[in-house]
């Protein structure tokens, strides 16, 4: 019997009990299909997480800290206490709240523009104003990001803060609109707001900027509920901020950010960290910190993708059983094909390829129906429920993890398939046409 | 004289172990020329089907040998036996042994797929075979709607679709009236005179046992008659 006989034999062999067989597609159907639409959800959510990489821009810029000995990045894991430092300062921008590093001094700046590797480097200023408001209308906290070269904003209305300009601009977050008072988001465009804030020396102080533009709000947004100054602005807060800062102390950065080539590979910038390591500083780039994210959507996309499986190893007790019974059911064909001369080998492969011809109809139409639900869910979410995450596709397909799927369900049908397939092998030609 | 076609030499054939030992056949001696008709006849669990199952390869003696064209088929093994079997004999069981719901076509050209012979070539001298025991009008319909008659034509078909050079009959008019069994019998009769093939023929069929050219007796798994050894 050749390869091509066998498949076919198999083939048709799976349709002569429709019933059995339908119900057997069925159970695998469900566990691929489940197996299809998370993992799309786990592709979806990270190709939207790789896609603000590149919104976020500034591929080329990492942020520097200096590397304190507990520098565990994600801080506050160590249960000892950590001793008192006179340099270190709250970092206020980025990291977890109340996450504490040694300040960036401006010898430590100088340092690092030496690194090799090293083509500019930005102290990070970290702002923090007490409130917004628009006329006489509610004060709203807020925050300031601050967006260095390279990165760009999704502007929902205006233009990006004008860093060479003297006025003092500012981005509002989209939610803050309406809010302050605004009608809509080009009303805000042009009109004037009040920023507070306090000094060293308690007293509150009160700047008047202009509303340049309105930017969306990302999941991975550069700056978050924040607002997003122009230089100028970020020099008029900072510097108001620290009245009654004595001088020594008025340069100290939490962060800062340092530039390197645009066209530097993944080893260039393993280098260059290894450089900063060794001159005691930590280098993060915007990959990095997403990669966070990712871990943790891929964590969670593991363990649905566990329900899913548990899903499939139920059905492919259903393939065993339904085996077994054809195995019995054809107990005197098997014995004629032995008979006349089909070798064990060849009735093994008959059963375990019809084993893994039902495998495959599960889950290539589980995988097609859970590639259109998943595609009507997501179309239909991200008009609705997710409209402020823009450019987020919730469930997304790649082929080539669909082809996985696939065949990984047809590997577990085949499994499934290997004992009833095996006992079919082994029947004694005899015994079988003896058998009433 | 030339080799036989098959020899049995002294064939026994037990099944079970201790206590529980049964031995169906105790030591069988004969020889079978290429051409000749031969029933063999016994009573009921007399040892005639095991008999044919050895002869035919289905089942290893205990002790003893079975020779094929002066081979001893104890060196054959694995592929080479499936392949002996495919090639040189043709079975028609008691029971037909048709697949339900596949086509009188499918069901025929079973062992030309097993030996791995082309589609094309398989339709052909499947319809050829059916063509020749008046059943290609049925070639397309289900196996499981033919009458008896026909059923056990399509088995004969099947028997001969492959140019067997024996072809093995267990009962094969067990299930038919008298009328279509002779029909039957003069198809294998047939095939017998015209293209010298070997017929083996169990039955418990006198009249079926007359028109062969030799009958053997078996009782209580022992040889008690060969119409040869008589005559000779
Ligand atoms: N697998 C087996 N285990 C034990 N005994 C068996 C086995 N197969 C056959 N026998 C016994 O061997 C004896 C011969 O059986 P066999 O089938 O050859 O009889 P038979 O002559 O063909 O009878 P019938 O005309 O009824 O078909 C019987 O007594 C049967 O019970
Ligand atoms: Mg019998």
Redesign the pocket.
């Given at each position: 019997m050749n390869v091509l006989d066998l498949i076919g034999s198999a083939v048709s062999n799976t349709f002569r009990s429709k019933t059995r067989t339908v119900l057997t597609v069925l159970a695998i159907f469900v566990g691929a299909f489940t197996l299809t639409l998370t993992n799309g959800l786990g592709t979806g959510i990270n190709a939207y997480v790789d896609d603000t990489v590149t919104s976020i821009g500034a591929s080329d810029v990492m942020t520097v800290t200096t590397a304190s000995e507990d520098s565990d990045p994600m801080g506050g894991t160590d249960s000892e206490p950590t001793e008192y430092d006179p340099d270190t300062v709250a970092s206020a921008v980025g990291g977890v709240p109340g996450q504490t590093v040694v300040a960036l001094t401006p010898e430590d700046l100088g340092t690092l523009a030496d690194v090799e590797g090293v083509l500019d480097v930005q102290a990070t200023k970290p702002i923090s104003p007490d409130y917004i408001q628009h006329g006489d209308g509610t004060q709203y906290v807020v925050g300031v990001g601050s967006l260095v070269t390279g990165q760009t904003i999704q502007l929902a209305a205006g233009s990006e803060p004008d860093d060479t300009s003297d006025e003092l601009q500012l981005v509002l977050p989209v939610t803050y609109v309406e809010p302050l008072g605004f009608a809509d988001d080009t009303a805000a465009v042009g009109e004037t707001v009040s920023i507070s804030i306090t000094d060293a020396e308690r007293t509150q102080h009160t700047i008047d900027a202009e509303i340049v533009g309105v930017a969306e709000e990302g999941l991975a947004s550069p700056t978050g509920a924040s607002i997003v100054p122009n230089e100028a602005l970020t020099s008029e807060l900072f510097s108001t901020q620290n009245i009654g800062v004595p001088t020594d102390e008025q340069e100290r950065y939490a962060q800062a950010s340092i530039w390197f080539s645009p066209d530097a590979t993944d080893q260039d910038v393993t280098d260059l960290k290894a450089a900063l390591a060794d001159a005691g500083y930590t280098g993060t780039t915007v990959d990095d910190q997403l990669g966070a994210i990712t871990t943790v959507i891929d964590a969670i996309v593991l363990v649905l993708n566990a329900f899913a499986v548990i899903a499939l190893l139920a059905a492919s007790f259903g393939i065993v059983n339904t085996l077994y019974m054809s195995v019995q059911e054809r107990t005197r064909e098997i014995g004629l094909m032995k008979a006349m001369g089909t070798g064990s080998g060849k009735v093994f492969g008959l059963f375990s390829l019809e084993a893994v011809f039902i495998g495959f109809l599960g889950s290539a139409i589980g995988a097609g129906l859970a590639m259109l639900v998943g595609t009507a869910i997501s179309s239909n979410l991200s008009g609705a429920l997710l409209s402020d995450l823009p450019g987020l596709t919730l469930i997304a397909f790649d082929p080539a993890s669909i082809a996985v799927i696939v065949l990984i369900v047809m590997a577990i049908a085949f499994l499934a398939g290997t004992l009833p397939a095996a006992r079919a092998a082994r029947a004694d030609p005899v015994?079988s046409l003896?058998y009433e | 004289m030339d080799t036989p076609i098959i020899s049995a030499r002294n064939v026994r054939k037990s099944?079970?172990r201790g206590p529980n030992r049964?031995d169906?056949l105790k030591g069988v001696d004969f020889d079978i020329h290429e051409g000749e008709s031969v029933a063999i006849l016994?009573k009921?669990?007399?040892?005639?089907?095991?008999?044919m199952h050895v002869l035919a390869l289905l089942d290893a003696p205990t002790s003893g040998s079975v020779e094929l064209q002066g081979v001893d088929t104890h060196t054959l093994k694995g592929r080479r036996l499936n392949r002996t079997r495919n090639r040189t004999f043709g079975f028609v069981f008691q029971q037909f042994f048709l697949t339900a719901n596949s086509s009188v076509l499918e069901n025929v050209i079973l062992p030309m797929k097993i030996a791995g012979v082309g589609r094309r070539e398989r339709k052909r001298r499947g319809l050829a075979a059916l063509e020749q025991l008046e059943l290609a009008d049925k070639a397309r319909n289900k196996a499981v709607d033919l009458s008896g008659g026909q059923k056990q034509r399509s088995v004969i078909a099947r028997a001969l679709v492959n140019n067997p050079r024996i072809i093995f009959a267990d009962e094969p008019t067990g299930n038919l009236d008298t009328t279509t069994g002779g029909v039957v019998e003069d198809i294998l009769f047939g095939l017998n005179r015209e293209n010298g093939i070997t017929l083996i023929v169990?039955t418990?069929d006198e009249e079926l046992a007359a028109r062969c050219d030799r009958r053997i007796v078996?009782r209580d798994g022992m040889l008690v008659e060969d119409s040869k050894l008589v005559t000779a």
């Open positions: 015994t003896r | 099944y079970g049964f169906a016994g009921s669990g007399s040892g005639k089907s095991t008999l169990v418990h078996i």
